[in-house]
């Protein structure tokens, strides 16, 4: 299983709403619930309306499609993380999940998912 790196910088975010976001941007993850507007997107677009923001996120992906009969490939990838103390956050998509890392911890993550036989894109 390959695990591509994205080389740019995010931000998880609070916002007020989604009016100011750039949803035409690469790589853009809005989630709405009764409580809260969220915005995973670049820490270059952070819209102005944001009321909360969490900077300093890297983000690797689980390259290719998934299909959701697949079962247990996230949690592997989680379980490896957890056990060196690693902690993440995960967006997932249609197609695949993206996992999201502090910047100091990523490149210990991508080493231990290298080890454990995860190929590094």
Not at 100 to 113: D, F, M, R, S, V
Request: glycine share 4%.
């Amino acid at each position: 299983m390959k695990i591509k790196k994205i080389e740019y910088d995010f931000s998880v975010c609070k916002v007020a709403d989604y009016s100011e976001v750039n949803a035409e941007t690469e790589y853009c993850f809005t989630g709405k619930t009764d409580e809260e507007n969220s915005l995973v997107c670049f820490t270059s677009d952070v819209p102005s309306n944001t009321l909360e923001r969490d900077d300093g996120w890297k983000v690797c992906c689980i390259q290719g499609i998934l299909d959701f009969s697949m079962v247990g490939i996230l949690s592997e990838i989680v379980e490896i993380l957890t056990e060196n103390k690693i902690s993440m956050r995960v967006v997932s998509t249609f197609h695949t999940d993206y996992i999201l890392i502090k910047k100091e911890n990523y490149e210990k993550a991508l080493e231990l998912l290298d080890a454990e036989g995860y190929k590094i894109v």
